[in-house]
């Protein structure tokens, strides 16, 4: 072997090398990345909401907080209905879920929109950029439990998955959220007529799927029905403490 081959192979050895290290890293960075959970309580019936609305796609496409992981619903309420225009997402469930943060959260102005809520504990005007980023540098540094979502499938228009958890320090209950990945709507009337939106996240279905005890870890085999199969979506796990408390752990994967 020449000189020359010999310096090749000792240079490739430690490029291997070099690139091992640095896929390392990434995945023991993805790995211990903490989650926070930010949820966006939005219509399509009103104009405050798009801008709102662009805040949450970059927070998941950008994922601008070190060492933390984004893990964002879009939640669309019903309030805004009768007011020009019927938003195809909206639910009666995430009005109910929405005031029951205001309620504990003691929020003054009641619900409205674009409301966000980071971890179930910080709840401020959606499209305040400052007031999300104060929120999420906060939050990156609370520790949370660890959730695994595996064998995930659709099946018969069902999405199946099993959901572990580690040990909670408190009393929860345990989240699936089914959202689309992404959808867009065309706005005929209302605040938006003749807008174009884009959304992230958006949740079709958020079920309860088992409470917890304190010190005890969960464990569970889910399934859920999709209203659209075929389609892109997400699932989220999330523990929350009882009565839409604090976020103590959030868990994310995709299916198509």
Not at 120 to 148: C, H, M, S, W, Y
Not at 218 to 235: C, E, M, Q, W
Request: charged content about 25%.
């Amino acid at each position: 072997m020449s000189n020359f081959d010999k310096y090749g192979d000792r240079v490739r050895v430690a490029v291997a090398t070099v690139t091992m290290s640095i896929l390392f890293c990434v995945t023991a960075r993805a790995a211990s990345a903490n989650p926070i959970l930010v949820e966006l309580f939005t219509s399509e019936g009103c104009s405050d909401c798009p801008p709102a609305d662009t805040l949450l796609r970059t927070l998941d496409s950008t994922q601008p907080i070190p060492g933390a992981q984004l893990v964002v619903l879009e939640e669309h309420v019903d309030y805004w209905d009768d007011l020009g225009w019927r938003d195809p997402f909206s639910s009666h469930a995430f009005t109910l879920r929405q005031g029951e943060y205001v309620d504990r959260l003691r929020v003054s102005q009641g619900p409205y929109t674009p409301q966000m809520v980071v971890d179930g504990g910080d709840a401020f005007v959606g499209n305040d950029r400052a007031q999300a980023a104060r929120a999420l540098a906060k939050e990156a540094k609370v520790e949370k439990i660890n959730i695994k979502i595996s064998s995930l499938r659709v099946e018969q228009g069902k999405v199946l998955a099993h959901v572990e958890t580690d040990a909670v320090p408190s009393k929860g209950e345990v989240f699936i959220a089914i959202a689309l990945d992404h959808a867009q709507s065309q706005v005929l009337r209302g605040e938006n007529g003749g807008r174009q939106l884009e959304h992230v996240a958006v949740v079709e279905r958020l079920a309860s799927v088992g409470k917890m005890k304190k010190g005890e870890p969960f464990s569970k085999d889910i399934a859920i029905n999709l209203n659209h199969p075929g389609t892109d979506y997400r699932v989220i796990a999330f523990v929350q403490q009882a009565d839409e408390g604090r976020v103590l752990g959030a868990a994310v994967a995709h299916v198509q």
